[in-house]
């Protein structure tokens, strides 16, 4: 099929589902997560047999791992769909409401945005979460998932082409677009004429990719270089969890913890207990020369090396943790602000007035206080599910939920009120 | 001065913005009316310079008129300066607000949107609204307006400049980008390092020149083919008041009635009480073969020809209507669904059913019962004052007010919290 005709069954299918009521949603998402586990034997040896390929043409153990489904995956992915099938629907929603002197009354209601475009990796998990979210907020999909995946991504399209027709949905609301041809993803990023908005989920290399080549708004995401500033005032046995869990509970992710900044009144007593505690956990450090120098002469629990002059500028995405002394606060905003990728950075301290300077001053999609970073997350800050995360600015940042797949039409009601 | 050092200029001048006060900016604005007041002399011959390089390089007297300023056409632009300093500020403003099971307080607060691009035509009242609106909003804003009124644009800039080093904010808040060479569009289009969004303001080809060369998230808008549909129960009279306030009313514009939908069963009686009324202001006619027989034999009372291939995709911007009957909703809906632009379109109608079905189905950025298409505007349905008119999806919809030129960042608080 070509990229043409998906655009415009797209853009037929995006018009009925807009219009589709929140139950029969529901429906087509409880069917899926039916087929999903009633498929369960066909889209696992599909998966096989992408994971057999995957092994032959030399994937790596992390893509492989990611490719993976098993009867314990396949059942959680069902489980988030039946999860996502009882979430609210945004659509119809009022956003607000006024009375205008001349009697208008303006309104504006959620409606779907449309027809979505959704960039991605080896993940089959993906395909089934984008077409959930997709089908609760009544908007069509054109996916894009990683050539590894082909086959379990038609398995897995088929429990979703029969969820939507028995439903009364129309089948073209969830498309794939498998042809592995590369030159087919710089086509759709130039469909508008069909395609609303684009959703890159995928490494900094992809979101560039999308943004330098899309005449569609995308929402740009990706890398996280996270801060944890501990303030002179902070509560040390207790940042010392919060940084642990920032960097070592799950280091592969945007929101783990990146560089840590400590005040240099507390340097002396926070570092040393910071390369133990986190050292036991199998974490590196890269350390400035106070940082060195604050971890004193002992021999250190840990791999320690003189940072580099890049690191600071390193999203890790493992076990590796850079650590430097600030001279206080200001020192460690213009550090977030000239290293930072505004995604998620945080303060440690008791002092609230500082607090509130840092939260003020840092320009990220998520800014905590006394908290781990690993909490960027849909499901994590009450959204119920995630489509993303945003790092640019525009229509939404940070976490992305469903009524983020939304935009809005002004409502006008008058009694053949005219402009005078 | 060159693009990349504006944009660093501006990135920085935005990071200062973002964190002044209402009442700053609030002064700024009363400072900058003050100055367009007192300058009021040097403004207008410069202006005058303008209009005369304008007229000899044969500029049409549509465009001489948008160029134009006068004494009075200065003040007005002075009140409205001070109309946008007395609104509301968006900024600091709590959006939501939930504690989540873990005790994390989190909330979302409006903050500015960075550096906005502004890319305009000859139309020095654009200059000073756009730097008034991203004072407002605590933006930092690169303007790029029409070679032919650079002079006026860098005096109204001098007033500018002078009324934010008055109020302690930075200079570099606003800056104009007048070297008239064509390159620093495409090169603005593409300074996503320093620009957080770009507003086109001008005509359908300025908007695609922008979606097509950007790599910063364009909103999109201009162009509207506006229609309104008089349904069989429309109270004719009353109607008739409608579709001349939206046609005749302001022609030129983008939210102008462009084409009359008329239920079959009225159409005898509406559409030649039509002709005559618009008739009497000038309008002529564009009508498919039934409206044609439903005028009758009479002679008509206004120009009426057949309607071309073309017209019902024509936006007139001048006194031209295309007529049309139809067989009911449905085909008013379809109408509008394969010609329209999504921008403005109403049903006139004392079904309640039929107002919500056209209200449910037609997708436009503002849909109307009872009202005239003219009311698309951001004062009109309350937002104080209006940025542009957005026929895109996302970020914002139809017309943008200050709110528009603001995004969020997620602030969360919690005690040391760790996820678990």
Sequence with gaps: MDLESMGRAARQAAGRMALAGSGRKQHALHALADRLVARAPAILEENSRDLLAGRESGLNEALIDRLMLDPERLSAIAGDVRSVADLADPVGECIDERSMPNGLRVRRVRVPVGVLG?????????????SALAIKTGN?????????????????????????????????????????????????LRLHRYVDMIIPRGG????EFCRENSTI?????????????VDSEADLEAALHVVHNAKVQRPSVCNALDTLLVHRAVADRFLPRV???????????????????????EPAAAEVKPAGPRDFDTEWLSLVLGLKVVDGLDEAIDHIAAHGTAHSDGILT?????AASFVRSVDSAVVYVNASTRFTDGAQLG?????????????ARGPMGPADLTTYKWVVHGRYTIRS
């Design 204 to 207: 900094n290399a992809l979101h």
């Design 140 to 188: 069509a999909v054109i996916l894009r998932g990683g050539k590894e995946t082909v086959r379990s991504n038609r398995a897995l399209m088929k429990a979703v082409a029969e969820a939507l027709d028995e439903s009364g949905l129309p089948v073209a609301a969830v498309q794939s677009l498998d042809d592995p041809d590369r030159r087919h993803v710089a086509g759709l």
């Design 217 to 229: 708004p995308v929402i740009t995401g990706g890398m996280g270089i996270c801060h944890l500033y």
């Design 275 to 297: 390369v133990a505690r986190l050292g036991r956990s199998g974490v590196a450090f890269r350390a400035e020369p106070r940082a060195v120098a604050a971890l004193g002469s």
């Design 350 to 354: 008791q002092d609230e007035e500082a």
């Design 383 to 395: 959204l119920g599910a995630e489509v993303a995360v945003s790092t640019q600015r525009l229509h």
């Design 118 to 130: 959704v960039i991605y990796e080896s993940r089959p998990n993906v395909t089934v979460d984008v």
